[in-house]
Nanobody
Framework: VQLVESGGGLVQPGGSLRLSCAASGFAFGAYWINWLRQAPGKGLEWVSAISSDGGGTYYADSVKGRFTISRDNARNTLYLQMNSLKPEDTALYYC???????????WGQGTQVTVSS
């Protein structure tokens, strides 16, 4: 099982980024997948989740209305479109495979998002 995030970078407040998570080694379309993040000096924060078929999407209150999670099961890829970025969105962003009960069994290495002027 492998999850590889990409798409992070430095962006100004109010800007946008799209993160990707390329999955391999498992039946991607059979699993819920999550985005989580960890800001410097803070704990891990759940950001968003998507059901296996993409029909259900869920967001933390802190990103609702600004972030959109999606997936392409034909390409084994998860996305996170992030708009109206704020400095407090600065974090290392991870994708993680869901194993139920708010637990995750496989993680990527993370991609850094920095929002700063």
């Amino acid at each position: 099982v492998q999850l590889v995030e990409s798409g992070g970078g430095l962006v100004q407040p109010g800007g946008s980024l799209r993160l990707s998570c390329a999955a391999s080694g498992f039946a991607f379309g059979a699993y819920w997948i999550n985005w989580l993040r960890q800001a410097p000096g803070k704990g891990l924060e759940w950001v968003s989740a998507i059901s296996s078929d993409g029909g259900g999407t869920y967001y933390a209150d802190s990103v609702k209305g600004r972030f959109t999670i999606s997936r392409d099961n034909a390409r084994n890829t998860l996305y996170l479109q992030m708009n109206s970025l704020k400095p407090e969105d600065t974090a290392l962003y991870y994708c993680a495979r869901d194993r139920g009960l708010q637990a995750y069994d496989y993680w990527g290495q993370g991609t850094q998002v920095t929002v700063s002027s």
